[in-house]
């Protein structure tokens, strides 16, 4: 099955910082990359995902770069603000029924003001 | 607009009592699921439900029992609790089960369940 490494666990950036946070997958016929943010208290919720068909997604902020042949994928926020303090999680799947989507262990980001 | 809603939101068990999780969606999705979240190990899935009527286990099924039971609901249970379960449980919904996969799944804000 697939395995999903996330580095690092936790990360602190001042406030108009960036904030790299990488992954690592082991499958690869691993082909949709989500990141889910979850807020404290909170459920995760989806911020941006890419496909293997697409090197790079960006939404303003943030952005996702995938390398396939290396199999990892990052995720890249510019200009970090308060708000952006929160736990993220990335995650991989292929599209083959019975694939469950696997997630990283988390990245705790805190950005200090 | 709710989204998914779980009950209780805090529990605490002593060892080999029984409780179950509720959850509910009001996005008419086919699919649900639930996850346990732990220090360092991410979201791992338990169970999922594809479709009404059907179940199927996760990557941690074991200990846990759930039940579709409509549409909209999906129930986990705990028949024996034991402190390995301690965790953080999110229920999560998608349109479709291929699109959790390749879209967005849905989460509640998480039942904080504490086994003595």
């Known amino acids: 099955g697939e395995n999903v490494e996330q580095h690092p666990s936790t990360l602190s950036v001042q406030e108009g910082d960036s904030a790299v946070i990488k992954c690592t997958y082991s499958d690869s016929a691993s082909n949709y990359f989500p990141w889910y943010k979850q807020e404290l208290g909170k459920g995760p919720q989806l911020i941006i995902d890419?496909?293997?068909?697409?090197g790079e997604k960006k939404d303003q902020r943030i952005a996702v770069t995938l390398n396939k042949t290396a199999k990892h994928f990052s995720l890249h926020i510019t200009e970090t603000q308060p708000e952006d303090s929160a736990v993220y999680f990335c995650a991989a799947s292929g599209n083959n029924a019975g694939n469950m989507l696997t997630f990283g262990g988390g990245t705790r980001l805190m950005v200090k003001p | 607009n709710a989204g998914v809603t779980q009950t209780p939101k805090f529990q605490v068990l002593k060892t080999g009592q029984s409780m179950t999780l509720q959850c509910a969606q009001d996005?008419?999705?086919?699919?649900m699921y639930w996850y346990r979240q732990d220090p360092g190990m991410g979201l791992r899935l338990i169970y999922y439900?594809?479709?009404?009527?059907?179940?199927d286990k996760g990557e941690v099924p074991n200990g846990y029992n759930v039940s579709r039971l409509n549409k909209r609901e999906f129930s986990l249970r705990l028949e024996s609790a034991a402190p390995s379960q301690t965790s953080v449980y999110f229920c999560?919904?998608?349109?479709?089960?291929?699109?959790?996969?390749?879209?967005?799944?849905?989460f509640g804000e998480g039942s904080r369940l504490t086994v003595l």
């Open positions: 996005m008419n999705h086919n699919s």
């Open positions: 439900s594809a479709s009404e009527g059907t179940t």
């Open positions: 890419i496909r293997s068909n697409v």
């Open positions: 999560a919904s998608s349109e479709a089960y291929r699109t959790a996969n390749t879209g967005e799944l849905f």
